[in-house]
């Protein structure tokens, strides 16, 4: 089965990038970094237009990028300077190689069914007391919406699907308005979650 949402991004992979490389987004960044120590290696997973990659690589920190869609990849890699690798969610095995897992507006994209899976191997991936930041669209939704598919989560929605990952707890948890001109009403879900094993 093809995955749509795949095929969205790579069809319009320089519109996409182009509405978010520039989106001043350092409110959660500097958030989420404050909590890291100096050069944490980053797995940046689902990086988008890399916006973020380089926003850390400016900093000093070490990054580990990845996207599902081969078309971001080339662009995150040409804005980066990084070696972005070509990725699916399911393809992530590692085991405690991350200081820090970032995955801003990009696991909503996967099924409930799937993203438990997933949130699994995130936390996995992080180091033992490893920080991880993650985002969702606010609201009670599921389903398929401009030809992608998006999981969005309220704090109780949240908080009740991932009572089961003992492994990991939310340290943080807060709203914000979305950033990009002309989508100020839709809100976002933001985590910062922590392994503790």
Same mark, same amino acid.
């Given at each position: 089965m093809r995955n749509k949402t795949l095929d969205y991004y790579n069809q319009y992979a320089e519109?996409?990038?182009?509405?978010?490389v520039s989106v001043d987004f350092e409110s959660v960044q500097s958030r989420f970094l404050q909590k890291l120590p100096p050069?944490?290696?980053?797995?940046?997973?689902?990086?988008?237009s890399g916006r973020d990659t380089k926003y850390f690589l400016d900093r000093?920190?070490?990054?580990?990028a990845t996207d599902g869609s081969a078309e971001l990849c080339k662009i995150a890699g040409a804005y980066t300077g990084a070696d972005v690798r070509q990725m699916l969610f399911s393809d992530l095995n590692a085991d405690a190689c991350f200081d820090a897992v970032w995955a801003c507006a990009?696991?909503?994209h996967l099924q409930k069914?799937?993203?438990h899976d997933v949130m699994e191997k995130i936390v996995k991936a992080a180091k033992k007391n490893g920080v991880i930041y993650t985002s969702f669209k606010y609201g009670d939704f599921e389903g398929e919406r401009n030809?992608?598919?998006?999981?969005?989560?309220?704090?109780?929605?949240?908080?009740?699907?991932?009572? =089961? @990952? +003992? *492994?990991? =707890? @939310? +340290? *943080?948890l807060w @709203?914000?308005?979305?950033?990009?001109?002309?989508?100020?009403?839709?809100?976002?879900?933001?985590?910062?979650?922590?392994?503790?094993l």
């Open positions: 519109k996409f990038a182009a509405e978010t050069c944490a290696y980053i797995l940046d997973f689902g990086c988008g000093g920190f070490r990054v580990y990009s696991i909503l069914k799937e993203l030809g992608r598919y998006f999981t969005y989560f309220t704090e109780n929605t949240f908080r009740e699907y991932i009572k =089961d @990952i +003992e *492994e990991a =707890d @939310i +340290e *943080e @709203i914000t308005p979305d950033v990009r001109i002309g989508r100020e009403d839709e809100k976002w879900l933001n985590l910062i979650l922590r392994r503790h």
